[in-house]
């Protein structure tokens, strides 16, 4: 539309993604490829600074969550720039980032400009701050707030800002704990555990500037249905790290508890409608994207276990460090993660003795390590070995936090040790000749040299054969939000029949690949798919 103006926030959330991944691989030849890309990206942003107070004055749905943000309405009735709490956030966000990408590529000249704009940036976020110490959406030229609870207009408080502010480590600790106030302060944020776009309904879009409801606010854009008050798992992921931050644990455990719950009824849907209540999907139960099969699983659902996940030791990735702030919950005394995480070529296991949030002692494959701060630990990625077990005791106590929630109970696809053997459905007539096809590329590529990628896409193609015979045997209960009636009993057994001959296609595809344009070594391979597809073609 001609009225919306560039998507800036959405364009710096995007440079902190791909920051992320390369401060975490150091991969340089895809640093030199992306790095060019990223610094034009933030030149762009760069354009729309206020050199008066350093904040970004962008017109409509320039935000992340776009198009909730309508600008400033004018006296002609048309639609101008304000100043985007958001942006700042973000694009701050990837400044820091950008900082250390820069000292990691030796990139010394440019290095002093972006630390500049970090700077500048810093300051002025003052300027976005509500006088109770959470951030408002937007300010306005002449100084009007928007997204300040209590006044009498654009009266609403602003979930993504605040939750990114302190997930992403933006704003420091006295903001964030004013943040954390105000949203503990106000249940209407968080009706359904999951946090809240925005709360109560905005008045300062431009379907209907002035007011929460009437002509133009109807629909997907009535208040709790989309980018108005609608819940989003990317922005619940954001607000887990704020929650883990802040040591709240009962507030992750409650979000990542109602998200296990819709995925056992298989609706991770995404916006969730209703405010987060989900008993009619806007989205998914009628409109467009409507599948008839009760069944839903979009991939932002994933912020949610990783958010759980990330926010247990808070990895802060740095062009020569990795820094780790253990906040694993109190009623954990002991937790050991038996999948490494990585730092450039580094694997490190992590294992925490949990007595609260300082740090008093770290061992390094079984040898001490300095404590230099109680804070934080601080490894530099010169000093790690390439295999780093690493065991960090914390004390100082956590706050009590009794449990509000009930976990789902689900029935585990593999079952612990020592369980009886769970019950397999026979493959479908669809399943049959594929599953064939590649058990018989994982006996061939058993000793083949080389070909550990080949064997373990075959090994993942497998599993998913493997987990249908597990889910269409499987009982999988009444249903937590949404029944599990005999169509979506039905329509769940067919989600992982297709998962598994998308797999199997993809693995058909990569050898179509293989034998026209691979090496010698691959068109190998090739040949021994094409060997086994002429052997289950001449059986009966």
């Known amino acids: 539309m001609s009225r919306h103006d560039w998507f800036h926030e959405a364009t710096a959330a995007g440079v902190v993604m791909q920051a992320e991944i390369l401060l975490a691989s150091r991969n340089r030849q895809a640093l030199a490829h992306y790095l060019p890309k990223m610094v034009r990206a933030c030149d762009s942003i760069e354009r729309t600074r206020d050199p008066q107070n350093n904040l970004f004055l962008v017109g409509p749905a320039s935000n992340l969550l776009a198009p909730s943000y309508g600008g400033v309405k004018q006296p002609d009735g048309s639609f101008g720039k304000g100043y985007l709490a958001g942006l700042s956030i973000t694009y701050l966000a990837a400044l820091d980032r950008m900082v250390e990408l820069l000292r990691l590529a030796g990139e010394t000249e440019k290095l002093g400009e972006y630390e500049r704009r970090q700077t500048i940036t810093r300051r002025s976020l003052p300027l976005l701050l509500a006088p109770a110490g959470y951030f408002v959406k937007s300010v306005e030229p002449g100084g009007i707030l928007h997204g300040v609870l209590g006044q009498k207009q654009f009266n609403y408080l602003e979930g993504t800002v605040n939750a990114d502010a302190v997930g992403l480590r933006v704003a420091d600790d006295q903001t964030a704990a004013s943040i954390y106030r105000q949203i503990a302060a106000f249940p209407d944020i968080r009706p359904f555990d999951f946090l809240l776009v925005n709360a109560p309904g905005l008045d300062d ?47 992750v455990r409650r979000s990542a508890v109602r998200a296990m719950k819709w995925a056992k009824d298989y609706r991770m849907d995404s916006p969730w409608s209703q405010r987060g209540e989900n008993s009619d999907n806007s989205w998914y139960d009628e409109g467009k994207w409507l599948h008839g099969n ?16 990330r926010g247990l030791f808070d990895y802060d990735y740095r ?27 580094r694997r490190l296991f992590l294992t925490c003795r949990n007595g609260g949030p300082r740090v008093s002692s770290v061992r390094l494959n079984g040898q001490p390590v300095e404590v230099a701060s109680p804070e934080a630990v601080v490894l530099g990625y010169d000093a790690l070995p390439t295999e780093a077990h690493l065991e960090i005791t914390t004390t100082g106590g956590w706050l009590h936090e009794p449990s509000t929630v009930v976990y789902p109970a689900i029935p585990p696809l ?107 070594r691959q068109k190998g391979v090739a040949g021994l798919f094409a060997e086994a597809q002429k052997a289950s073609a001449s059986q009966p």
């Not at 839903?296 to 276990?305: F, H, L, M, Q, S």
């Not at 460090?321 to 919950?329: E, F, K, M, S, Y």
């Not at 889910?471 to 169509?487: D, F, N």
Request: hydrophobic share 40%.
């Open 205 to 251: 879009t431009y379907w209907n500037w002035g007011h929460r409801t009437g002509p133009g606010l109807d629909g997907i854009l009535a208040f709790g249905e989309w980018v108005n008050g609608g819940v989003w798992a990317t922005v619940e992921g954001r607000a887990i790290l704020m929650y883990y931050r802040l040591g709240r644990f009962e507030d």
């Open 294 to 309: 009760g069944i839903k699983v979009t991939a932002d659902n994933y912020a949610i276990p990783a958010a759980t996940i």
């Open 319 to 345: 062009s020569d460090r990795l820094i780790l702030r253990p906040r694993v919950p109190g009623g954990i005394t002991r937790y050991t993660q038996k999948e490494p995480i990585r730092f450039g070529d």
């Open 414 to 520: 593999v079952p612990p040790p020592g369980s009886p053997t769970p019950a397999r459905a026979e493959l479908p007539a669809s399943l049959q000749r594929p599953f064939a096809l590649l058990s018989a590329m994982a006996k061939s590529l058993a000793s083949a040299s080389g070909a550990d990628y080949e064997r373990a896409f075959v090994a993942a193609a497998l599993g998913a054969f493997e987990d249908y015979r597990l889910r269409a045997a499987l009982e999988p209960g009444p249903g937590y939000y949404r029944p599990i009636t005999p169509k979506r009993r039905t329509a769940l057994s067919e989600f992982y029949e297709q998962t598994a001959l998308m797999m199997y296609d993809g693995w058909v595809r990569r050898m179509k690949v293989y034998a026209e344009k691979g090496d010698a």
